[in-house]
């Protein structure tokens, strides 16, 4: 069960507690990135969450003194991961903010994903595009989360490097992160049920 910002900041530990009670495991989507030393000291707060998260993320492009911060503040109490490049920026838009324009996407992810593995982390957050480079570079031990998940004849919305979860899953995705495909669904139930069937069936 993925927890993010907007449920963390409405409900807080209290609500997060809550949830994490029913008994899954939870992906606490809070994606730090500051200082290392504010990022670590974050971190410590989190783990004192009850239950803890199974999963919680940084961003990579904080750098490698904070993703080494945040693994040694999270020393193996939670897996934690590293958000590479969002799903919902093209080549152009991070050529826009700075980065390297001979650089795409992909090479940069999978640079992100390089040094958060040289840092310390379990695995990243990357789009579904970029599942099999990771893998290539970093292993296929290292966990790949991937948003970005769009099922068949639902709309894109602000995303703008999708893929159905049957492609993510033969690109080599270990989690789905599949948010209002489900929660804007007219019968979330359904929708979650139809996911599943898709792809159990291949």
Not at 12 to 34: N, T
Not at 51 to 57: E, K, L, Q, V, Y
Not at 128 to 151: N, W, Y
Request: charged fraction near 20%; hydrophobic fraction near 45%.
């Amino acid at each position: 069960m993925k927890l993010g910002l907007e449920f963390f900041y409405a409900h807080g530990a209290k609500g997060y507690e809550k949830v994490a009670a029913e008994g899954l495991p939870i992906f606490l989507d809070l994606k730090l990135h500051d200082i290392p030393n504010t990022v670590a000291q974050g971190l410590t707060s989190l783990m004192r969450l009850s239950p803890r998260p199974a999963i919680t993320n940084i961003h990579a492009s904080g750098g490698l003194d904070m993703m080494k911060a945040a693994a040694d503040s999270v020393n193996g109490q939670c897996r934690l991961i590293a958000v590479t490049v969002l799903t919902s920026l093209s080549n152009d838009d991070v050529w826009a903010i700075g980065f390297d324009p001979k650089l795409e996407t992909q090479a940069l992810a999978t640079r992100m994903a390089s040094e958060a593995k040289a840092a310390g982390l379990d695995g990243v957050v990357c789009s579904p595009h970029d599942t099999r480079a990771i893998k290539q570079s970093a292993g296929e031990d290292f966990l790949t989360v991937v948003p970005g998940i769009r099922p068949p004849g639902t709309g894109a919305q602000d995303q703008k490097r999708i893929a159905t979860p049957r492609e993510a899953m033969k690109n080599g995705a270990d989690i789905l992160v599949i948010g209002r495909a489900i929660t804007a669904a007219a019968d979330p139930a359904r929708a979650c049920a139809d996911i599943k069937a898709d792809l159990d069936a291949h």
